[in-house]
């Protein structure tokens, strides 16, 4: 099915001669720096098995049938390449710039995703898909470089202030857990108490009666995300 994908003749080789609609989607994950011990962003490709730009990594994506709404476009390309389905589809933006694809006036509709590090692991990886460190992408197909860059800004723009770190973690989680997510989102340490100061005070969390069993020391209390509280993020990247 990933052949079929990749290789699936374009608008213009069918004889198309007007602007043409494609979905891709930016899917973020979180995992382990082999090197610094600390989590980090990373985002799976495709390998582009024709021209333009063969043998070049690009973002998971397809053309946009005339009969299928664009988020569930962008959920069946997901599938179709990486087998992930994402608990987080927000509509990221609209690239149409005239010359980002040769020949063909292309406008992208893109998506974010964002999934646990346990269902990343479980994505189909290959020759032809491979996931990359976010912050150290190689040169992309057509603007996608350009792209994953407008999408981390949004997501480090919108980390500190919705509860867009939820999508990384389970329902329950420990305030050490969501200090990790947001570390590894902004890049930067966070000092333990005053984070623990913000995030209680924030109105988006509930103590749980739950603690992380096992533990050796004083078990540390899980919490949940207050559903109440979603109603007054601010919306989403839909532009």
């Known amino acids: 099915m990933l052949e079929h994908h990749l290789t699936e003749q374009s608008p213009l080789e069918r004889g198309s001669a007007q602007a043409t609609v494609a979905v891709s989607t930016v899917i973020f994950a979180l995992r382990t720096d082999d090197e610094s011990g600390l989590k980090t962003l990373w ?97 992309l197909a057509f603007d996608h470089n350009r792209i994953v860059e407008y999408a981390l800004w949004r997501l480090r723009t919108k980390v500190e202030y919705a509860r867009i770190a939820h999508a990384f973690l389970g329902d329950t989680f420990t305030l050490a857990q969501l200090r990790d997510v947001h570390e590894a989102v902004l890049q930067k340490a966070l000092d333990p108490a005053n984070f623990r100061r913000s995030m209680e005070s924030s109105g988006t969390l509930i103590s749980t009666d739950q603690h992380v069993a096992g533990a050796r020391h004083r078990p540390a209390r899980l919490y949940r995300y207050d559903d109440r509280a979603n109603e007054h993020d601010p919306p989403g990247p839909t532009r």
Do not use: C, K, M
């Open 43 to 139: 985002l799976p490709l495709v390998r582009r098995t024709r021209d333009p730009h063969r043998n070049l990594w690009a973002l998971p994506g397809g053309w946009l049938p005339a009969d299928e709404e664009l988020a569930a476009a962008a959920g069946r390309t997901l599938r179709e390449t990486t087998d992930l389905s994402p608990r987080y589809l927000e509509q990221l933006y609209t690239f149409g710039d005239i010359d980002r694809s040769p020949g063909l006036r292309v406008v992208s509709v893109v998506y974010w995703a964002l999934v646990r590090s346990e269902v990343a692991e479980r994505a189909s990886v290959g020759e032809n898909v491979r996931w990359f460190a976010a912050d150290q992408l190689p040169p």
